[in-house]
T-cell receptor, first 112, second 113 residues
Framework: DVKVTQSSRYLVKRTGEKVFLECVQD?????MFWYRQDPGLGLRLIYF???????EKGDIPEGYSVSREKKERFSLILESASTNQTSMYLC???????????FGSGTRLTVV | GESVGLHLPTLSVQEGDNSIINCAYS??????FIWYKQESGKGPQFIID?????DKRQGQRVTVLLNKTVKHLSLQIAATQPGDSAVYFC????????????FGTGTRLTVIP
């Protein structure tokens, strides 16, 4: 069964910390995505990547960066965590054009 | 930008009844549509998809209807069960930059036993 794995289900970090959220997919997908999900706001795209070492900003990239050194791994980095980054973070991957995404189970991040 | 929305944020149905969840999209060039189900504490899971050259597609207990004239998409769930309680998202993809999906905000379906 195809899989997108997010390394942590729950995470609590302090304001100002640098936070790494890891995502790994085993489907050899080219495309990977990071979303955050907040009540009433739905899924908002933070960053995405169509290939190794490439990245594109989504709708809300401020305060975040990403890294894709290997095809299967896409990391989301919060350079200096703030309380307004408390959210559910979802990673997804897709094979290519015109197809759906496979999502991970999500990481619920709380910044205190 | 792309706008995909839902008519109702919440929907309650009796167990055994049929459910209909609606979605409107704004980009007439969209050619791929997909429904996801998200249970509490989990990531969204694929339910069913449809391409713009079709009006209807059926899966197991689910049917997706696409009306391109009014840019409307619906998900029908037959004989709704308690396990169907979840948030349902629609998403669409334009033919350009078709690696990206645009998501609606979701409808929370509650099944009453």
């Amino acid at each position: 069964d195809v899989k997108v794995t997010q390394s942590s289900r729950y995470l609590v970090k302090r304001t100002g910390e640098k936070v790494f959220l890891e995502c790994v997919q085993d489907m050899d997908h080219e495309n990977m995505f990071w979303y955050r999900q907040d009540p009433g706001l739905g899924l908002r795209l933070i960053y995405f990547s169509y290939d190794v070492k490439m990245k594109e900003k989504g709708d809300i990239p401020e305060g975040y960066s990403v890294s894709r050194e290997k095809k299967e791994r896409f990391s989301l980095i919060l350079e200096s965590a703030s309380t307004n980054q408390t959210s559910m973070y979802l990673c997804a991957s897709s094979a290519g054009q015109g197809g759906g995404y496979t999502f991970g189970s999500g990481t619920r991040l709380t910044v205190v | 930008g792309e706008s995909v929305g839902l008519h109702l944020p919440t929907l309650s149905v009796q167990e055994g009844d049929n459910s209909i969840i609606n979605c409107a999209y704004s980009n007439s060039a969209s050619d791929y549509f997909i429904w996801y189900k998200q249970e509490s504490g989990k990531g969204p899971q694929f339910i069913i998809d449809i391409r713009s050259n079709m009006d209807k597609r059926q899966g197991q207990r689910v049917t997706v209807l696409l009306n391109k004239t009014v840019k409307h998409l619906s998900l029908q769930i037959a004989a709704t069960q308690p396990g169907d309680s979840a948030v349902y998202f629609c998403a669409d993809s334009p033919p350009w930059g078709a690696n990206n999906l645009f998501f609606g905000t979701g409808t929370r379906l509650t099944v009453i036993p």
